[in-house]
């Protein structure tokens, strides 16, 4: 399959590659994303231009490496993006300098094969009541991977200071994950980095409500219950919300 390209993209990585907060019921795994609407403007300009998506949600990022990156080089991709390391920073405990140690390592093999590599820092959610308490690891990652970056010449799309991503419309239902307005903006980023001229359309979206003292109270436990609460569970038996699920693109394909 990668003979039929001339340039190979292999996508890689945990939800936020996946496209999870962007449904879209006709495409595998029931997702969108941005690497999609990435990958869809890349083609309309170059039909030699395949895609793989080998990101799936829940993924670690020791996951990543040991699942992704071995399937990813088979296809002999001549660009990466790699986000990997969020589900980690959750986590009580995280060993961040030992866990970007191997990070590091797999852009070295991507490189060395081949590949250019654009990496990823993490968004700032320090506005967030909940996931506001992980600002601090989500720096030190951050910094680490701005090294790599610099280290390896690879190139950057620094998430962290992307403060349009503080409008919560950039936000799906469960406040975790991006909306479908949040993956057009994040996929024109991409595109931007990459230097492609064409732009993702963007979906509309209605204006924020204004909500009561009630009303906030009642969407806060709605959220508890059917997101927050689940996302506990698992964690604490021990489950993904990407089990038994596959990669969207395996292979390379034309979207």
Not at 51 to 57: E, F, H, K
Not at 85 to 98: E, H, S, T, Y
Not at 193 to 206: C, K, N, S
């Amino acid at each position: 399959m990668s003979g039929e390209f001339t340039k190979r993209w292999v996508a890689l990585g945990d939800s936020f590659t996946e496209g999870v907060g962007d449904p879209d019921a006709s495409r595998p795994n029931g997702v969108r994303g941005w690497a999609d609407r990435a990958a869809e403007q890349l083609q309309a300009a170059d039909p030699d231009f395949g895609y793989a998506n080998l990101a799936i949600r829940g993924k670690k990022l020791r996951q990543v490496i040991t699942e992704q990156l071995e399937p990813a080089l088979a296809l002999r991709p001549t660009l990466v993006t790699l986000y990997a390391g969020a589900n980690d920073i959750l986590r009580p405990k995280v060993d961040i300098d030992g866990l970007l140690e191997e990070y590091d390592a797999a852009v070295a093999r991507l490189q060395q094969a081949g590949a250019q590599v654009l990496l990823f820092t993490g968004f700032d959610a320090g506005t967030s009541k909940i996931f506001g308490a992980m600002r601090g690891r989500t720096a030190i990652y951050n910094e680490q991977i701005r090294w790599i970056a610099d280290r390896r010449g690879a190139m950057l799309v620094d998430y962290w200071r992307f403060h349009e991503f503080q409008d919560w419309r950039m936000w799906a239902e469960d406040r975790m994950h991006m909306s479908s307005l949040g993956h057009a903006t994040m996929a024109n980023r991409v595109l931007g980095i990459l230097e492609h001229e064409g732009l993702a359309d963007l979906p509309d979206v209605p204006e924020l409500p204004i909500l009561s003292v009630r009303e906030r109270f009642r969407a806060n436990a709605t959220w508890a219950r059917e997101f927050a609460g689940p996302w506990v569970m698992r964690r604490l038996t021990g489950r993904s919300s990407g089990d038994n699920l596959s990669p969207k693109y395996p292979e390379l394909v034309r979207l």
